[in-house]
């Protein structure tokens, strides 16, 4: 079994169907993270469909699934291809933190028409050396074997990497229902270079669909130089914008409402033309996204 399994490409879209926007929640979250999104798209007239990583599941005794630690990003990637492979279409993606790796992984295996990656996490060959990030994970990293144990850090550490936007009682609120996330996943992504299966490594030369990264400013998780960096890295498929003033959680903190109209946006009006000075394989999908309104 590869890092990433796949069931087949998805297939162009249907003159006259909907379009279609995936939500993929990041580390420790959940579908109910989107639902602002949800009802904006929704709204909007597109089929949306959020689904849950796999293993974050509450369960009735509030303990995780037995083999949630050692799921890999590459599990989550594969389920969200085979969603994919069931929905009949390339869809639209947005994704958050991890999600937003998890879109780059996707679009690398031709599964996305675009993609915009909210705070997305950092793919294999990005070195985060950010102090304020391994605060964060101080607890886990200095566990031996964290790797194999699922993890959820403190709110106090919460507090200050990821949900420092936040009132206090809105993050107290939101940390009530995040979920442990895998140790394998996070050592994937924060220690890619011990990971033997190359599970975030990218070619950026295998996207051929346009995309757009929007970062806080203030985000002490996934930093904005950290985004910058990964941009760089698809010479001209990706752009970044700075949010000002806002942190990790993107989908939640408040002025939400804006980046999904931004989202909205690119998806229809620029990632069309932006397709079309890319890549032939790229310019092929010009047309898919100029049809999305």
């Not at 420092?164 to 009682?169: H, L, S, T």
Request: aromatic residues 10%; charged residues 25%.
């Amino acid at each position: 079994m590869t890092a990433f399994e796949t069931t087949g490409k998805a297939q162009l879209v249907k003159h006259g169907e909907a379009p279609a926007v995936m939500l993929i929640h990041g580390m420790w979250s959940r579908p109910h993270v989107w639902d602002g999104f949800r009802a904006y798209f929704e709204d909007r007239g597109y089929e949306v469909i959020a689904p849950a990583l796999r293993h974050h599941e509450i369960s009735a005794d509030g303990r995780p699934h037995p083999g949630l630690a050692t799921t890999s990003v590459g599990d989550y990637a594969s389920d969200i291809a085979r969603e994919i492979g069931k929905l009949g279409r390339k869809p639209l993606i947005i994704g958050h933190s991890m999600g937003g790796l998890i879109a780059q992984l996707l679009a690398a295996r031709g599964f996305a028409r675009a993609v915009v990656g909210l705070a997305p996490a950092q793919i294999a060959g990005a070195f985060n050396y950010d102090i304020r990030s391994s605060w964060l994970f101080r607890r886990e990293f200095s566990s031996w074997g964290f790797w194999r144990k699922p993890q959820l850090p403190s709110f106090e550490a919460m507090r200050f990497g990821a949900l420092n936007r936040m009132k206090e009682a809105e993050a107290e609120e939101l940390y009530g229902t995040l979920v442990p996330e895998s140790g394998r996943a996070l050592l994937e992504i924060g220690f890619w270079f011990l990971d033997g299966r190359r599970t975030t490594w990218i070619n950026p030369a295998d996207v051929c669909c346009p995309m757009l990264f929007l970062t806080g400013d203030e985000d002490r998780l996934t930093p904005l130089w950290l985004t910058r960096r990964i941009t760089e890295f698809y010479e001209g498929k990706a752009r970044l914008e700075a949010v000002a003033g806002r942190g990790h959680w993107l989908p939640s903190e408040p002025g939400w409402e804006r980046l999904a109209e931004r989202a909205a946006l690119f998806f229809e009006t620029e990632a069309a033309e932006m397709a079309r000075s890319l890549s032939p394989a790229s310019r092929a999908l010009a047309g898919e996204l100029a049809a999305v309104r």
